[in-house]
């Protein structure tokens, strides 16, 4: 599977949206990108996944370039309940094991 | 959606002793499950893949005599820690899927924080 990378940490104001970005420079056609986050002392949480195609749902969106070299998961309007850290993890199928890299620590500021 | 429990949430045990996590599929059938563990302030760390029916495959570095699993029905997996030691102690996290029907990814349980005194 592709290797990704992602910044450390972030911050983002509460109400605005939160823009997490991640490279996958390595990406084959057909891998997906999945993201995952962990609210402190949880197990990880499933928030969106996809192809090639923009996706949203009632979590999230998920943007991917159109060379698949990146993608960027929007919070449309944080909350303090989305401080946590956010993988984005690339998987041939969603029967592959998910290797977590360090991920982003998202901060909600008040 | 699929709900993944696990079980106990956080155990204490003393040094020497073995602990027992479950991890249970409460809505769908999962043939593979997985172990994790944490550290305070790491990423979680792929121990093993438990499989139903067959023996579990383990990371490299993760001794499997130590780290017991046992996937006997397409519902329920355990982890049991034998001769637990201090360094043991660590947030234990499953995860499993269901076997068809969902291309959502892995459900992953809600943690077992292990004490070893």
């Known amino acids: 599977d592709a290797k990704t990378t992602q910044p450390p940490s972030m911050d983002c104001a509460e109400g605005r949206a939160a823009n997490l970005p991640c490279n996958h420079s390595?990406?084959?056609?057909?891998?997906?990108v999945y993201w995952y986050r962990q609210i402190h002392s949880q197990g990880p949480q499933y928030i969106i996944h996809g192809l090639k195609n923009n996706e949203t749902n009632e979590m999230a969106s998920l943007i991917i370039t159109e060379d698949r070299k990146s993608s960027t998961l929007i919070l449309p309007h944080a909350t303090l309940r989305d401080t946590a850290v956010y993988y984005c993890i690339v998987l041939k199928t969603s029967y592959d094991k998910v290797i977590f890299g360090p991920g982003t620590s998202l901060s909600v500021i008040p | 959606g699929a709900v993944v429990s696990q079980h106990p949430s956080r155990v204490i045990c003393k040094s020497g002793t073995s602990v027992k996590i479950e991890c249970r599929s409460l809505?769908?059938?999962?043939?593979?499950m997985f172990w994790y563990r944490q550290f305070p302030k790491k990423s979680l760390m792929l121990m093993a893949t438990?499989?139903?029916?067959?023996?579990?495959?383990?990371e490299q570095g993760v001794e499997k005599d130590k780290f017991l699993i046992n996937h006997a029905s397409l519902t329920l997996s355990t982890l049991t820690v034998t001769s637990a030691h201090p360094e043991d102690s660590s947030f234990y996290i499953c995860?499993?899927?269901?076997?068809?029907?969902?291309?959502?990814?892995?459900?992953f349980g809600s943690g077992t924080r292990l004490t070893v005194v």
């Open positions: 438990s499989n139903e029916g067959s023996k579990a495959t383990y």
């Open positions: 995860s499993a899927r269901p076997r068809t029907g969902s291309s959502m990814g892995y459900t």
């Open positions: 390595t990406i084959s056609g057909n891998e997906y």
């Open positions: 809505d769908f059938q999962a043939t593979t």
